[in-house]
C-alpha cells in the first residue's frame, strides 16, 4: 500500500486514501514521485464534470520522481535515473498510431494515467497524487539533468500540448504565431513558439495581461475585444494556437489569419458558437486543426528541447494538504501558471 490523496465522490474534495500499486511485470518501472503538476483535468475527473469518472479518483498526469526498482526486462531505466509520466500509461501497442509513437491516438483507445482501465487486470488507474507509481518502461520519459525537476511537471502535459501541434504543423523561423489566451497553456505556447524561431504575439481580453505577456516572450499583445486592434493584424499570421478551455467564436481569430493559414485547438471545445463562417476559410485556403498531447518519442523529444533551450513552465508550489484550496483558486484563474505538489509533503505526513 502508498499513501495517496483521493477524491471519494464529486463533492468530497480530496483526502489521504491508500492505493496499491501492483507488483512489477517484466518490462515495468516503479518510480518514487517527488513532484506532480495539478491539471484543470484533475478537477473535472474529481467533480465528475465530463460525467465518465470512476471513484475513488486519485488525480494526477505530470509526474517526475526518482526510479527505485525495474522490472526483469527493463534496460533503459535503472535505480535512481530521474524519469517523467505523463497523460498516459499504456495503448494497445499493436495499431498503426501505436507503431507511428502516436499512443495518444490509439486506435483501440489509450489508457490514461489514471481513471483508467488496465489492459491486464482491468483495474482502475490511478495517477501522480501518491508516494508511487508503477508504469511500462514504454510510457516513461527520461528528464533531462539540465531541467529543474519541479518545474519540468507541467511539460508532461502543458509542454506536450503545444509543443505538439507547433512542431505537427511546421513552425519554423519567421513565421508569426498567435497565441490565443495567457494560461497553463498560453505561456507555454508562446516559449515553444519563440524557441523554434517565430515571431509571437499573444491575444488576450484582458488589458491587465500585457504586460505580463511581454515578460514571458511574447513580441506583440492584441487585445482581442478591441475591434480596431483586431483589424490592425487581419491576414497576418501563419498560424493561430488556440488555447482557450471554454465555447468562444473562432471567426474573429481565422481572419487574423493569412491564406493557407492554420488555427490549431488545443483547448477543449464542447462546440462552436456562433457557428463559422465559411467563407473565412473557403475565400482564403485556411484550416482549422485540432491536437491532443503527443506519443511517447515526441514527448522525450521536448523534454530534450526543453533541457537544451532552457524552457520550463512557471509554477507555483504547494503540500498536499492545501490540494483543495487550490482548486477552488484554479477555477479563479489565481495561479501562475500551473501549481505543482510538492509530494515530500505527503511521504512526511
Excluded at 509526474?63 to 505523463?86: F, H, S
Excluded at 508532461?156 to 513552425?171: D, F, K, M, Q
Excluded at 465555447?247 to 464542447?270: M, Q, S
Aim: proline residues 4%; hydrophobic residues 35%.
Amino acid at each position: 500500500m502508498v499513501k495517496a490523496y483521493a477524491a471519494k465522490s464529486e463533492t468530497s474534495g480530496l483526502a489521504e486514501h491508500p492505493i496499491e500499486r501492483r507488483q512489477l511485470r517484466d518490462d515495468d518501472v516503479a518510480i518514487e514521485i517527488d513532484y506532480c503538476g495539478v491539471c484543470h483535468t484533475d478537477i473535472h475527473y474529481v467533480e465528475i464534470v465530463w460525467g465518465v469518472s470512476v471513484y475513488p479518483v486519485v488525480p494526477g498526469h505530470e509526474i517526475i520522481g526518482r526510479v527505485t526498482e525495474v522490472g526483469a526486462k527493463v534496460t533503459a531505466y535503472k535505480p535512481g535515473d530521474t524519469v517523467g509520466v505523463g497523460c498516459l500509461v499504456d495503448s494497445c501497442r499493436d495499431c498503426s498510431a501505436c507503431h507511428d509513437g502516436l499512443e495518444q491516438y490509439c486506435l483501440n483507445g489509450m489508457v490514461p494515467t489514471y481513471n483508467g482501465e488496465d489492459l491486464h487486470d482491468g483495474s482502475v488507474t490511478y495517477g501522480g497524487y501518491s508516494e508511487g507509481i508503477v508504469v511500462s518502461d514504454r510510457f516513461v520519459v527520461k528528464v533531462p539533468e539540465s531541467l529543474d525537476p519541479a518545474k519540468a511537471a507541467p511539460l508532461l502535459c502543458a509542454g506536450i500540448t503545444t509543443y505538439s501541434p507547433l512542431r505537427h504543423y511546421g513552425v519554423k523561423k519567421g513565421d508569426k504565431v498567435g497565441v490565443i489566451g495567457m494560461g497553463g497553456l498560453g505561456h507555454m505556447g508562446v516559449k515553444f513558439a519563440k524557441a523554434l524561431g517565430a515571431e509571437v504575439t499573444i491575444f488576450t481580453r484582458s488589458e491587465s495581461k500585457v504586460k505580463e505577456a511581454k515578460k514571458q516572450g511574447a513580441d506583440h499583445v492584441v487585445i482581442s475585444t478591441d475591434e480596431q486592434q483586431m483589424q490592425d493584424v487581419a491576414e497576418s499570421f501563419d498560424f493561430m494556437l488556440d488555447t482557450v478551455p471554454v465555447k468562444h467564436d473562432l471567426n474573429p481569430y481565422l481572419n487574423c489569419l493569412k491564406y493557407d493559414g492554420t488555427h490549431i485547438i488545443v483547448g477543449l471545445l464542447e462546440s462552436v458558437e456562433p457557428p463559422l463562417e465559411a467563407g473565412a476559410l473557403v475565400l482564403k485556403r485556411r484550416v482549422i486543426a485540432g491536437s491532443l498531447i503527443g506519443g511517447l518519442p515526441e514527448t522525450q523529444e521536448m523534454l530534450d528541447f526543453c533541457g537544451e533551450h532552457g524552457i520550463h513552465c512557471d509554477v507555483e508550489m504547494l503540500d498536499i494538504e492545501n490540494i483543495n484550496e487550490a482548486y477552488e483558486r484554479m477555477k479563479k484563474g489565481d495561479v501562475k501558471y500551473r501549481f505543482v505538489i510538492d509530494m515530500n509533503s505527503l511521504k512526511k505526513k
